[in-house]
């Protein structure tokens, strides 16, 4: 009786740790194809490269990649053309593409304490290309447009450039690029084990991230891009903690380099070109081309409507719709320059990180994300209660920099609660034509129609 007793204490030991042991998540539901994802991923590669200044030292390029290659290989993930570059930015950050690319800010490589916290980055953006979340939440958010539009993507020419249509960009607050609680603690979950597997301690990275956390709440900008998009899906370092028995045994010492010297290099290296992005640069970083205003920007009175997406949209009819990086632009053949508007108006859609829109809460969340790239950008006035296609909608008025040189323009910022994104559009114009293309623009605004 005493033997039964004690081998059913046992089995229930067991039992109990068992429980503990978290099973790695899979990829979850997705009307994309592998292909299609390594096919955005490189696509969005051409934009991020022109958005960033990517850092051309060999010895730290390599250094990266190295650590890298270690966690793709050693760490057992799921094959795709996985590569990593280096851009000269401060803020501390990592970002992988959807398919595989991957920028590792010089910021990140200047705030690791050790090796171990930059693979710990790398290994939870890693997850989140084998996991797909990106394309993933972009499913769910666009099931009902995605379904044709990837038909018909299957033939050929640029899927990002579809993509715009339906508001999936790179911009702020893109579905593709910001992930939900659940998503982060799988990331986390998955690039522990392929940390653990590489050599690396995987409580480092649950150190740094919390470490970042700390320093949001002393409202650090450095860090904030992180912060937005990767949600603290709870207490980091004890979910690894508990996972630490299940995980490969290492004495975690894995090197690929010495960091100090990483760090001295740099340390060295030139300043990058000003980029000034914002509205005027349609959602993404763009260094503004300081061109000659024109004289004269065309305005038809005929008005005809584009359908894109979810939405109907009036506009003048000499003014052309265009796939922008992310978004939408509907403006005339003179207002555009190099990829950043001067006169017309660019759309798009942010998804809300509870899955519901807060109008009020991601109105400012979204306005400070300009804010944040651009520190150039000033707010005029408060946000407004309005109502556009029936729904709730604000209306907020901002002044940035122009794409035209020694100007600055007005960007009108339209919010509409469409509950699980936020659909806006920004009109801008230069300050001294303003006035003349207001009716306009208020014209655009009143003839969006949802379906």
């Known amino acids: ?72 290989e050693q760490g057992q993930l799921d094959k795709y053309p996985f590569y990593f570059k280096v851009v000269q930015e401060d803020s501390i950050n990592a970002f992988a593409l959807p398919g595989g690319p991957m920028y590792v800010h010089t910021g990140l490589i200047k705030a690791a304490d050790n090796e171990a916290q930059i693979a710990g980055v790398l290994a939870h953006e890693l997850s989140h290309v084998v996991l797909r979340h990106g394309t993933n939440q972009a499913s769910k958010a666009q099931i009902t447009q995605l379904g044709a539009m990837l038909g018909g993507a299957m033939a050929g020419g640029s899927l990002t450039g579809q993509l715009a249509q339906l ?36 409580l480092e ?42 995980m490969p045994k290492s004495d975690y010492s894995a090197s690929e380099g010495n960091l100090k010297q990483m760090q001295a290099l740099v340390a060295k290296l030139p300043p990058a070109p ?33 359908q894109a997406g979810g939405f109907f949209v009036s506009h003048p009819e000499n003014w052309q719709p265009k796939s922008g990086q992310s978004s939408l632009t509907i403006a005339p053949a003179e207002g555009l320059v190099q990829g950043n508007i001067g006169y017309g108006v660019l759309m798009s859609v942010a998804q809300s990180q509870s899955g519901k829109v807060n109008l009020e809460q991601d109105t400012k969340q979204l306005l400070q994300s300009f804010a944040q790239q651009n520190s150039n950008v000033k707010l005029v006035g408060q946000p407004t209660n309005i109502t556009v296609g029936g729904s709730p909608a604000m209306i907020t008025k901002l002044t940035s920099d122009s794409p035209y040189a020694n100007t600055r323009e007005v960007d009108v910022v339209v919010t509409v609660d469409r509950g699980a994104g936020m659909f806006y559009m920004v009109c801008a114009a230069p300050e001294p034509d303003f006035p003349q293309l207001e009716s306009v623009f208020q014209q655009i605004v009143k003839s969006v129609r949802f379906k």
């Open 1 to 72: 009786m005493r033997k039964r007793l004690i081998a059913a204490i046992l089995l229930a030991v067991v039992a109990f740790g068992q429980t503990k042991q978290r099973k790695l998540p899979k990829p979850g539901w997705n009307m994309f194809s592998k292909e299609q994802d390594v096919q955005m991923g490189r696509e969005y590669a051409q934009q991020v490269e022109q958005q960033f200044t990517v850092v051309q030292n060999k010895e730290l390029t390599d250094y990266i990649n190295r650590i890298g290659t270690r966690l793709v």
């Open 167 to 202: 508001g999936i960009g790179l911009g702020a607050n893109s579905v593709l690029m910001k992930f939900s609680r659940g998503a982060e603690s799988d990331a986390d979950l998955m690039g522990a084990y392929t940390m653990a597997r590489a050599g690396y301690n995987p």
């Open 205 to 246: 990275m649950a150190r740094f991230f919390e470490k970042l956390e700390a320093e949001a709440g002393k409202t650090n900008k450095l860090v904030e891009v992180f912060t937005a998009s990767h949600p603290n899906p709870g207490n980091r370092v004890k979910a690894i903690e508990e996972q630490l028995p299940y």
């Open 274 to 306: 000003k980029k000034t992005p914002g509205p005027s640069g349609a959602g993404g970083a763009s260094a503004l081309p300081n061109a000659p205003k024109p004289a004269n920007v065309p305005v038809s009175s005929q008005f005809k409507e584009f």
